[in-house]
């Protein structure tokens, strides 16, 4: 992470300040002189929502908190201003700055993690990495209802959210299905979960037939990591189970993907299998009671002599039996066997994310995320309060049984592609032929890796999912 955050001890008159109020005639002008003061007020007179006053040694922003939009909106508003800002500090080479809340620790938060995560960088294969690098590193925080913890649950995040961008950046040159798991390994040895990894031996003693036959075209074999983070005090009997799709680089296998604006991006396949492994290292790292366990089938998929071919029956872990139509329909055929694993812990919740389709990136574009499954109404209103208080917001899907007969096959159990109609919908409904325990599906296809600068989720690998996902956990817990 390229920035983190800390308490201000004190503000001198060398920190560049960041000032929140919502009433434009009550505003602190301790640290203005009269005239500064006198244009702030014209300023916010005319409606500005954001004031610079460029000091000698600093520049003191005055931040108006917008009042009329709802409070998620709200702090939308504030995190994409606190990335706007981040980019004023890095232009004067700014290395901390200092934020005051008046009352307004919420919009505060969101806006420290705009700028955070706003500020966020992949620059591993630069030459040049100290000049291409932004100058602010620390974000210091002024607030008296701002508290140590709420501090180190910001750094938590946004750490595990910038290393799933890391993740995802990564080329396939490095992040093959071994290094993936290696990776995690690492992430549990630091923030205190176990980390199993199946080899390619294991997989095949399993008979874990999706995983290998998505393998079968590549010299690099497959993994499957399970994670586990099961606290002393725990609050929940049954686990909650995260399934995430890691397919390292997907060139669609003998079903070739066109390279442009398709196979050149396709290193974000894994992007689901990052946001299981980056989860679970915060839920870690900050000592929620909640027993979690997560599950990542990894591989590459190419189109090798060995490759599996459109036409291909193969047996799955779970028994059932798949007549394969497209050989890039492949995160499906992995998952499926992570899906049928999962039965074994008898969980409370099991929820799977995946780039899987490309209907659903159509249906929706990066804007939210593909939701569909078989839990209660409850549960989805708490997932998606989550969603929307992160503003990683839930499209859900009908998830109808009448989606099945597009599956069905002539020869086997089914097949794994249903046609042209609601590809997004039987691609979960195939997913769903695998459990048998209360179940969500997320497709982040459009939302995962995005290809112009959107705003704090900023280029290429956006972390989406994390904090989602941290922020329902944090709610179990403080319930």
Not at 144 to 169: F, G, H, P, Q
Request: aromatic residues 8%.
């Amino acid at each position: 992470m390229n920035t983190s955050f800390s308490r201000a001890k004190s503000v001198t008159e060398n920190d560049h300040l960041v000032i929140f109020t919502k009433d434009i005639k009550k505003f602190n002008t301790s640290f203005l002189t009269t005239a500064e003061a006198d244009y702030v007020k014209e300023e916010l007179a005319n409606e500005s929502k954001q004031v610079l006053v460029n000091q000698y040694k600093r520049v003191i922003i005055l931040y108006v908190v917008d009042k009329n939009a709802d409070k998620n909106k709200v702090l939308e508003l504030s995190r994409k201003a606190g990335d706007k800002v981040a980019a004023v500090l890095n232009k004067r080479k700014a290395k901390s700055v200092t934020l005051m809340d008046e009352n307004l620790t919420d919009e505060l938060l969101a806006f420290a993690e705009g700028m955070c995560l706003g500020n966020y960088q992949f620059l591993k294969y630069k030459k040049d990495k100290e000049k291409d690098a932004n100058t602010l590193s620390e974000i210091k925080i002024a607030s008296k209802k701002i508290s140590d913890k709420d501090i180190s649950l910001l750094n938590v995040v946004c750490e595990a959210t910038c290393l799933t961008r890391n993740l995802v950046n990564e080329p396939q040159s490095f992040l093959t299905a071994t290094q993936l798991a290696k990776e995690f390994q690492a992430l549990g040895k630091d923030a205190g979960f176990t980390t199993e990894v199946f080899n390619k031996s294991k997989i095949q003693s399993m008979k874990m037939g999706g995983l290998l036959a998505v393998n079968q075209g590549s010299i690099e074999p497959p993994t499957f990591t399970v994670m586990e983070y099961k606290p002393n005090r725990k609050i929940n009997k049954k686990p909650y189970v995260l399934v995430g799709k890691g397919v390292v680089y997907d060139t669609g296998g003998l079903s070739l993907k066109p390279t442009l604006n398709s196979m050149d991006y396709m290193k974000c396949d894994m992007a689901g299998g990052a946001i299981v492994g980056a989860t679970l290292y915060a839920i870690a790292k900050a000592k929620l009671p909640i027993h979690v366990i997560g599950l990542v089938p990894a591989t590459d998929n190419r189109p090798d002599g060995n490759a599996y071919t459109p036409g291909d029956v193969v047996t799955m872990y779970s028994g059932l039996t798949v007549e394969v139509l497209n050989t890039d329909a492949e995160g499906r055929m992995i998952l499926a066997d992570a899906l049928h694993y999962a039965k074994q812990y008898d969980p409370e919740l099991v929820m799977e994310f995946s780039t899987l389709t490309g209907a659903a990136s159509v249906a929706i574009g990066q804007y939210g995320i593909v939701s569909m499954g078989t839990v209660d109404s409850r549960t989805k209103k708490e997932l998606n309060d989550s969603a929307n208080h992160v503003y990683e917001r839930l499209v859900e899907f009908p998830f109808w049984e009448e989606y099945d007969e597009l599956i069905k096959s002539d020869i086997a159990d089914m097949k794994n592609v249903g046609g042209p109609s609601a590809g997004a919908i039987t691609a979960g409904r195939f997913l769903n032929k695998f459990v048998n325990y209360p179940y969500m599906h997320f497709d982040i296809a459009g939302p995962a890796f995005v290809k112009s600068t959107d705003s704090y989720r900023g280029k290429n690998a956006t972390g989406i999912g994390v904090r989602f996902m941290f922020d329902f956990f944090k709610n179990k817990s403080s319930k």
